[in-house]
């Protein structure tokens, strides 16, 4: 559908996004729900399928959210899943290696123009920083928090 002049000289008006996020576990599946909720369009990437059972139906049934088995470190699993078309690509499984490689792919083969990979292990995130990867490291962001509420 071609956006028209109004649209876009109208700035709340965005175009849907395409988001994969490798991992449907605790952090996955909440990352894919809350962004198909607000609009756009998930693939979640998982090798065990049974992960995908913690999904909300309705998304799945509506293609809100679309599930596909695979390794997140394999490019011909990204490709099957489509990963090669979205605008944003989240690696959060628990496993550094697996973010890691699943964000390097995404980011310098694939070309994916936004990569963030979950980091817990903070002496890894130059690591990241150096690759072009954002990074989002849960405990940093919790201890963000508490120093905003000690000031």
């Known amino acids: 559908m071609a956006q028209t002049q109004e649209d876009k000289a109208n700035p709340s008006i965005q175009r849907l996004k395409r988001v994969a996020v490798i991992g449907c576990g605790s952090y996955g599946s909440q990352i894919a729900v809350e962004l198909s909720l607000s609009g756009n369009i998930v693939i979640v990437i998982d090798k065990n399928p049974d992960s995908f059972s913690v999904l909300p139906s309705n998304l ?27 605008d944003l690509f989240i690696a959060s499984t628990k496993i550094p290696s697996v973010n890691l490689m699943s964000g390097q792919l995404a980011r310098h083969l694939m070309r994916i123009p936004e990569v963030i990979c979950l980091v817990n292990d903070s002496e890894l995130i130059s690591l990241y920083d150096g690759l072009g990867i954002k990074v989002i490291n849960p405990d940093a962001l919790l201890m963000n928090v508490i120093r905003e509420r000690l000031d």
Not at 65 to 84: F, H, M, N, P
């Open 60 to 86: 799945v049934e509506n293609s809100r959210v679309v599930t596909s088995i695979g390794d997140g470190t394999k490019e011909a699993s990204l490709r099957k899943a489509g990963v090669q078309d979205v």
